[in-house]
């Protein structure tokens, strides 16, 4: 039974993965990459009940960064710096949501080929963890404002701590790290807020596009 | 204390106070650094110079956690060799760098670095270390040569250099991989000296390696250490960075720094068995650098660069007497080698003594006169009288005139080539023959070289107005210049006494090369006739130096009363500066006449034309063959392909983002395929250690004929 829940949380974050890709508002996507995140919070209690008491206290410290800290910051953020509300990204978003479908069965077709211990073969863990790693990747590079790469920084942070619960048993304190990685994402949210990236390089919005200006 | 550990500490302590003193202020730091440098150096000649005649080397290995290295140090006479004008001529450039760079502490500490560094590249014992303690001594020395860097000239010298190194860390780091990498399969400490000795010991290892492996080894080494070493055509950076350089760095530079190129060529050659062709390219490296070099240094105006081409033919002319020497060996003429070998070795003291000695009288004039440009110095003599008298000795002694150190090393070498010529047989004979020739040609051209020189320098009357506001340096430049002009002297003196310091170094050089060459027989004698050859040099040295010293004092008492006047122009009333000689007029008659074309210096005139005076100009820039026609074009061409590389630098966050997801997503794919191969191929793989299967043709013919 508890398995079968794993796995339902699982498909619930394949399908987050596709909503930040095919929603064209930012506040849609702040909000799908923090639920993602308390997904994996919970995550972390249900696959590791023998350590309860340390996983409760990981999944709590997961849960009010990544599904509160950050996303209030976020959301601060884009009143702060009067972005404009939409993602507008390079590629388009159905183009975008076909690239996160080719991602997915990519990571499915890969997690299958790969050297898992015994306990983790055939679980939806590791595909779900890479296709999120895909997704942040291509979050990353087809959206244009600082903004959509924090989330997509998020996703991707979100992959990497999927794929950290496999090796819970193994080394403890990775997932802790993972927490610690959380806050260099609020750090990144509090240095577009509090510098003003889109003062000093674009009149509309934060835009990294502007970055290249620096350029050699 | 054992010697060992007192040069060690010497070294530490001269790095220690330079870094120490920076919690002082600037002046005291700086005066700190040099003073820890010249009684750290003081010490550390002492112990080395004790350590030329100890008997057995000494080793040491410290507890260090640096994975794949040891930290082993050791002293032997070879190190002790080079170690003694390490410590000599970096104390003596640091005293002088006080004066002349002022308060610099951090400048200071980085020349005290710089020095502690060489010292432990002469002391390592390990291959790791070795290349550890040289990366730190090029970048020290980068950080003096670009100390100025707001000017664009320096910032390019600086490039020029460390481009340089690099490529010889690469050679070197090469050379030692390939090395390791063969002892580590015979199970070896694959990056210990003491361990590389077993490819000598051992005539089974050493054929292992082969003919091929050897000379793979040390072609890589010559490259890596001729680099440092400024062979012809491996020199670029040599004159630039000399140029740039404050001039107590060029001085160590010139004096030292480059000397370690050839200590890890001999130290190479102690260790290893040598590829038979080593000596005879150690020569022909030296006979073109020789003649080359001195060819070029007579065409430079830059008096900074003359000297830095200046080193190159001397460093021409210690790789060809040792690379002869080995030769010669090699063909039984042991005694004759032993004696050009000393005399190569004597060389290397005193082109450090007498190199020291230029480049610091060079700076003490750039200082003075504000300019390194020859053609713009002048009548010097008069108002820095300590400085043009160091400047003269320094020349006579680099052109290799009696009185000098100079002389007593380049006569040795002669006399072996001379001695070769008549024992030596047919090709042997001949080739001792023609490399006294062109030697003697090198020396030619360097005496003509360093008139020029020290002619328009020093002579006449100043070609600018900063040139004449010129006055003596202080106290703390002049001295340590007098004490390398003693230096210098001393050598030229006690030159029979310094070669007989030599016997182990040339006998742990006599024993080297093959595998099975016996140690101390070859060189018997040798450096004891070596000895006895210089004994009358060193009394003609004596002789000329009380009669020249002595008619100097009288000419001056003799002088002091006499009217000055104007010199005697013909009558010519309105007689100018711009009247003189140039240092390029001086040479031209070489440089355009007798130099081949390539050697030239560029130059554009622009004829007057027609019955009345009209416009008329010459310019001629002087540069290097080398690199105008080998480096430039080769390194633009490529800038040229690597630019195509800039595409891909596009300068957006998503850009760099996508090469990575990209990397990533091949990486996937990559593992995913090598998995399917494997498992394809796995079953498969046996079959390669199976007998193979019996050809066609191998059948019974009787089966044909069914």
Redesign the interface.
Same mark, same amino acid.
């Given at each position: 039974m508890k398995s079968s829940f794993v796995e339902a949380l699982l498909v619930v974050i394949f399908f987050l993965n596709l909503f930040v890709l095919g929603t064209s508002r930012l506040r849609s996507t702040i909000t799908a990459s923090a639920a993602q995140g308390v997904v994996a919070g919970f995550l972390t209690v249900l696959l590791h009940t023998n350590h309860l008491g340390r996983a409760l206290v990981v999944a709590g410290g997961t849960i009010a960064i990544k599904g509160a800290l950050i996303p209030t910051l976020l959301h601060r953020a884009l009143l702060s710096t009067k972005t404009r509300r939409e993602v507008e990204p390079y590629v388009g978003f159905s183009a975008s949501l076909l690239l996160g479908a080719v991602a997915t069965g990519a990571a499915i077709l890969f997690a299958e080929r790969l050297p898992l211990a015994i306990e983790h073969q055939g679980m939806l863990l590791v595909p779900a963890s890479m296709a999120t790693i895909l997704t942040g990747f291509i979050v990353l590079t087809t959206r244009r404002k600082a903004i959509t790469q924090v989330v997509g920084y998020l996703v991707l942070e979100n992959g990497v701590f999927l794929m950290a619960l496999l090796l819970h048993d193994a080394l403890p304190s990775l997932v802790e790290v993972g927490v610690l990685l959380d806050l260099l994402v609020a750090i990144f949210v509090l240095a577009i807020v509090i510098h003003h990236v889109q003062r000093d390089f674009s009149s509309d919005g934060a835009d990294v596009a502007e970055f290249h200006r620096l350029r050699e | 204390m054992n010697l060992l550990a007192q040069v060690g500490l010497a070294g530490l302590f001269i790095v220690a106070t330079g870094f120490a003193s920076q919690c002082l202020n600037a002046r005291l730091a700086a005066t700190v650094a040099a003073l820890g440098a010249v009684l750290g150096g003081a010490w550390g000649a002492f112990a080395a110079a004790r350590a030329l005649g100890m008997s057995a080397p000494m080793e040491l290995a410290l507890p260090w956690a640096m994975p794949g290295g040891e930290f082993v140090v050791g002293l032997d006479p070879l190190s002790a060799f080079f170690l003694l004008p390490v410590f000599v001529v970096g104390a003596v450039c640091a005293a002088f760098g006080r004066s002349y760079l002022g308060a610099r502490p951090w400048s200071a500490a980085g020349f005290n670095l710089f020095i502690g560094s060489m010292v432990l590249v002469l002391l390592a014992r390990h291959g790791f270390l070795f290349l550890l303690a040289w990366e730190v001594m090029t970048l020290a020395a980068y950080g003096l040569i670009a100390r100025a860097h707001h000017d664009a000239e320096v910032r390019r010298a600086g490039w020029a250099y460390l481009i340089a190194s690099h490529v010889s860390v690469v050679a070197l780091l090469l050379c030692f991989a390939l090395l390791g990498a063969f002892l580590g399969e015979h199970g070896h400490n694959s990056l210990a000296f003491s361990d590389w000795a077993i490819l000598k010991s051992s005539i089974g290892a050493s054929a292992a390696l082969g003919w091929g492996g050897m000379s793979t080894i040390f072609g890589l080494a010559l490259v890596g250490f001729g680099i440092k070493a400024g062979a012809l055509g491996l020199h670029v950076w040599l004159p630039e960075a000399h140029a740039a350089a404050p001039s107590h760095v060029s001085a160590v530079m010139s004096a030292v720094l480059i000397k370690l190129g050839l200590y890890g060529l001999l130290r190479l050659y102690v260790l290893l068995p040598a590829p038979p062709w080593f000596g005879a390219v150690l020569s022909l490296f030296g006979v073109l650098g020789a003649l080359i070099g001195i060819a070029l240094s007579l065409q430079q105006r830059d008096i900074k660069r003359t000297l830095a081409y200046s080193s190159v033919e001397n460093m021409g002319i210690i790789w060809l007497a040792l690379g002869l020497g080995f030769m010669f060996r090699a063909h039984g003429l042991d005694a004759a080698a032993g004696v050009v070998l000393a005399g190569a070795l004597l060389h290397v003291w005193n082109h450090a003594a007498m190199k020291g000695l230029m480049f610091l009288g060079a700076g003490s004039v750039v200082h003075a006169a504000g300019t390194k440009d020859i053609e713009r110095l002048g009548g010097l003599l008069g108002k820095m009288p300590v400085t043009g008298l160091a400047l003269i000795v320094g020349a006579v002694a680099i052109a290799g005139l009696p009185p000098l150190n100079g002389f007593a090393s380049e006569w040795l070498v002669f006399v072996g080539l001379s001695r070769v010529a008549r024992e030596g047989t047919g090709a042997v004979s001949l080739l001792a023959m023609t490399a006294a020739a062109l030697l003697a040609m090198a020396g030619g051209l360097a005496l003509l070289g360093f008139v020029r020189l020290v002619g328009m320098a020093l002579l006449g009357l100043p070609r600018h107005e900063r040139t004449a506001l010129a006055q003596e340096s202080s106290v703390g430049m002049t001295l340590p210049l007098s004490v390398m002009t003693m230096l210098c002297c001393a050598a030229a003196v006690f030159s029979p006494r310094l070669v007989s310091r030599l016997d182990s170094v040339v006998g742990a050089l006599s024993g080297a090369g093959g595998p099975a060459a016996p140690a101390a027989v070859a060189h018997d004698g040798a450096v004891r006739q070596a000895a006895e050859l210089l004994s009358p040099v060193s009394q003609v040295s004596m002789a000329l130096l009380l009669v020249v010293g002595a008619a100097i004092l009288g000419l001056r008492q003799w002088t002091r009363a006499a009217p000055r006047t104007e010199t005697w122009s013909c009558g010519y009333t309105a007689a100018t500066p711009r009247m003189q000689y140039t240092a390029s007029s001086f040479s031209e008659f070489l440089s355009t006449r007798v130099l081949p074309r390539w050697l030239q210096p560029l130059r554009w005139t622009e004829r007057p034309e027609g019955l009345l005076p009209s416009r008329a100009q010459m310019i001629s820039r002087e540069s290097d063959p080398v690199t105008r026609k080998t480096y430039e074009p080769l390194l633009r061409q490529i800038a040229d392909r690597l630019g195509l590389l800039r595409f891909f630098?596009?300068?957006?966050?998503?850009?760099y983002?996508?090469y990575?997801?990209v990397a *990533? *997503?091949l990486g996937?794919g990559w593992?995913?395929v090598r998995?399917?191969a494997g498992r394809n191929t796995a079953p498969l793989k046996p079959a390669r250690f199976q007998p193979a299967p019996p050809k066609p043709e191998a059948r019974p013919p009787a089966a044909e004929g069914r």
């Open positions: - | 630098h596009q300068g957006r966050l998503q850009m983002l996508l990575m997801l *990533v *997503v996937f593992i995913s998995d399917d």
